[in-house]
């Protein structure tokens, strides 16, 4: 491979959106190609300055409720308010502050949920990721703490990489900026003789992997999920 | 009861999205007000044509009705402010016509732009032309695949990755320039 052609595919390859044929390609190409090398790391360094300083933004509750007041009168037939303003959010808007499915059943609102994902192993942790990227975009709202324990902790090494030779750090990156939270066990560091510093920024330590999990249980009402 | 169902369809499927709605709403008009109106404008527009969605992936279909939408609202505004503005209009050929080459920066300084702060960023971000601001927003803040960015903005995937790739040549250029101006400025 020459520049030109590893220079078209490093975007794509920074985004883990290129195949094991192309990614294999452009590695050897990175080994060998100091310049490629260089612009492979500014456009890591863009993207954890975009990551750092940018965020997701949080619809406010006005729009909420407008956007809700909409749905429930326009779904009345013959009554349809295509260019309802906010004016008209009077008594309907009460109805939004109680979450979306308020007045229909007694589901939980959507940003009441809580999840916790269990990693003990660590050939689950690509699956687990690519679970919890479904789960948010079918949920975005829902909160999630993943806890790492026992071989579980290995995706949170630095420099770790998944089968595709992807480093698990960018998707890690990715999940925190949208709200994920990474626990490690520290009695499976001690154990293991793994530093503090060998984990990636990303993630905190707890004491214990089993205590944490036991208190979002407990104490914040998280639900469980074995991965 | 038809309406009925079609109303809980919606709100399980649709109303989740209101904040990633919101979000590319307020990066594509720049204007928070103007994003909250684009957003309910785009929510209407969606339950009006909630039959157009194929399966259950609503966040893409939603996401391609806020951005025609904020697009529509940029053109109105342009329209009436009477003449044709200097301000890009949501296409930005004249900053860099398509097919254009961006050079790529043998050294593309990754310190300074390491070292930019969240002013800078969000300076530049928002100064960049709409279709390159547009997927450089869906992929780093949203965190969409480039299937779903090709979803949202109509166009082909190799389209998707030129405009990413541009859009990150302009950011990075723009970041470190504005480092180095300051650095000498002192």
Request: glycine residues 6%.
């Amino acid at each position: 491979m020459k520049c030109p052609e590893a220079i078209r595919l490093l975007d794509a390859y920074v985004d883990d959106e290129l195949d094991v044929t192309g990614v294999l390609a452009l590695d050897d190409h990175l080994r060998a190609c100091p310049r490629c090398r260089a612009r492979e790391e500014g456009l890591r360094a863009l993207r954890s300055t975009l990551q750092r300083h940018t965020e997701f933004r949080v619809a406010p509750a006005s729009l909420r409720s407008r956007v809700s007041a909409d749905t429930q009168s326009t779904a009345i037939p013959g009554r349809r308010r295509w260019a309802l303003g906010a004016a008209a959010v009077g008594a309907l808007g009460l109805v939004a502050v109680m979450g979306w499915n308020a007045g229909t059943n007694q589901t939980i609102p959507v940003s009441k949920r809580k999840v916790i994902y269990h990693l003990s192993d660590s050939r689950t942790a690509s699956a687990a990721l690519r679970t919890l990227g479904n789960h948010l975009q079918a949920s975005p709202t829902t909160k999630v703490v993943v806890v790492a324990h026992n071989e579980g902790v290995d995706f949170l090494l630095r420099g770790a990489r998944d089968e595709s030779g992807q480093l698990f750090e960018t998707a890690v990156q990715r999940f925190k900026q949208r709200g994920v939270e990474f626990r490690v066990c520290t009695n499976t560091l001690v154990r293991r003789k793994i530093e503090a510093t060998g984990i990636v920024p990303e993630a905190t330590l707890v004491p214990s992997g089993i205590e944490e999990i036991e208190r979002l249980q407990q104490a914040e009402g998280y639900s469980y999920l074995r991965m | 009861m038809a309406e009925q169902d079609k109303r809980a369809r919606f709100e399980r499927l649709v109303l989740p999205h209101l904040d990633a709605a919101y979000s590319l709403a307020a990066w594509l008009l720049r204007d928070d007000a103007q994003a909250e109106d684009a957003v309910q404008e785009a929510y209407l527009r969606a339950f009006r044509f909630f039959d157009s969605l194929r399966g259950d992936e609503a966040r893409p279909w939603l996401l391609g009705i806020v951005r025609n939408t904020c697009y529509s609202f940029l053109q109105l505004a342009r329209r009436e402010a009477g003449t044709a503005s200097f301000e890009e209009d949501g296409c930005g050929e004249e900053a860099v016509a398509t097919g254009a080459v961006v050079s790529f920066p043998v050294n593309p300084e990754a310190a300074a732009i390491r070292a930019a702060d969240r002013a800078r960023v969000h300076e530049c971000l928002r100064a960049l032309p709409a279709e390159y601001r547009e997927a450089v927003v869906l992929r780093e803040i949203h965190g969409c695949s480039y299937r779903e960015i090709a979803a949202v903005c109509a166009v082909p995937i190799g389209t998707v990755m030129s405009r990413l790739s541009r859009g990150r040549r302009l950011l990075q250029q723009s970041l470190a320039a504005g480092l180095s101006r300051e650095d000498t400025g002192t």
